[in-house]
């Protein structure tokens, strides 16, 4: 059982940037694939980044360039840093996980088994 937690989130205004955390203080994360997704109000959920154990990545084509996942397995910690943040950024952001110790690949489909309750970006000047 994990208990996700995002932080990281707040108001920026546009062109500005924000890293994302993810972390488990009670789990060792670094057997689990590890995605973000966002949700906008009254749009579905969106897949942007997933990161595997392994430490391959893949991004939505919608985000590419702008958004980087990474992960540090010493601070047990994944992250996601967003640059050139815009008004369509606003969003509650998500990371999720599975557990995959050996998996070379990740999905950006919302199947993952673990989620946090999110934290809230808002893009404003």
């Known amino acids: 059982q994990l208990d996700l937690v995002e932080s990281g989130g707040g108001l920026v205004q546009p062109g500005g940037s924000l890293r994302l955390s993810c972390a488990d203080p009670e789990s060792n994360l670094n057997f689990f694939t590890i995605a973000w997704f966002r949700q906008a109000p009254g749009k579905e959920r969106e897949g942007l980044a997933c990161?595997?154990?392994?430490?391959?990545?893949n991004y939505a084509d919608s985000i590419k360039g702008r958004f980087r996942i990474s992960r540090d397995n010493a601070k047990d910690t994944i992250y996601l840093q967003i640059n050139d943040l815009q008004p369509e950024d606003t969003a509650r952001y998500y990371c999720?996980?599975?557990?995959?110790?050996?998996?070379?690949?990740?999905?950006?489909?919302?199947?993952?088994?673990?989620w946090g309750p999110g934290t809230q970006v808002a893009v404003a000047s």
């Open positions: 990161i595997s154990t392994t430490h391959t990545t």
């Open positions: 999720a996980a599975d557990y995959n110790p050996r998996s070379p690949v990740c999905s950006l489909l919302p199947h993952y088994t673990y």
